[in-house]
């Protein structure tokens, strides 16, 4: 690997990922969408080992999302843990069950009172067996995404969801809200969340993601 070319190829993206602006959400054109939220809980954006101030900074554009397509199904994706999950060797103790960590936070509950909710043990909630039942039940293929992080459940999520409809050959619709997306930042184990942000945007893109903003 040329470090210098590596250094040119990046600024090179950057450059045009920032240049280019984002449209706004066309509200007609989506309505009827499924709005997927993805651990917009207490564990990551109000309080715990993985909390963020980034993540708690989109409560608000999530919040509006959910309004703007009130009459949309919403599923709720939530980490849920037990206290020997093998995603602690990787990650920080984080959300164990029955522990306040896991409840959506209150600034969205009147969504997730009226939703469904999907407790998920993984970074990808798209393999959990209950989202895989509502899969097969479900009758629409177009979905608005929110929710953190962008790096890891949501990259995760969206890609094998658009992988999904690609494999049975059945057209599909999935926007990621990038002011309703985010993910941490932590210097000590090199994790620059602006630059984690903006490249899980576009490896989305590269396949065929849309991207938007509220």
């Known amino acids: 690997m040329d470090k210098n070319k590596l250094y040119k190829e990046s600024q090179l993206i950057i450059d045009n ?5 984002l449209k706004t959400i066309d509200l007609s054109y989506w309505k009827g969408a499924n709005i997927i939220v ?6 990551f954006a109000k309080k715990g080992n993985l909390y963020s101030d980034r993540v708690n900074k989109i409560i608000d554009n999530t919040r509006k999302v959910l309004q703007a397509f009130n009459d949309s ?18 990650f920080l103790s984080h959300c ?47 979905y608005i995404v929110t929710g953190c992080c962008t790096d890891l459940c ?6 094998s969801l658009k992988t999904h409809y690609n494999r049975i ?3 599909s619709e999935i926007i990621v809200v990038e002011n309703a997306v985010e993910t941490y930042h932590v210097d000590a184990i090199n994790h620059p969340g602006d630059f984690s942000h903006m490249m899980s945007l576009k490896m989305m893109k590269d396949n065929g993601i849309l991207l938007g903003r509220i």
């Open 17 to 21: 990922f920032i240049n280019e602006p």
């Open 38 to 43: 993805i651990d917009m809980i207490n564990g």
């Open 73 to 90: 199904q919403h599923l709720f994706l939530c980490d849920y843990h037990q206290d020997t999950a093998l995603e602690f060797q990787t």
């Open 96 to 142: 164990i069950k029955d522990t306040d960590e896991t409840n959506i936070v209150e600034e969205l509950s009147p969504w997730a009172d009226k939703g469904i909710i999907i407790r998920k043990n993984s970074t990808n909630g798209f393999m959990e067996p209950e989202f895989q039942k509502w899969l097969t039940q479900n009758k629409i293929s177009r």
């Open 154 to 159: 949501v990259l995760q999520f969206v890609l």
């Open 169 to 171: 050959n059945e057209a």
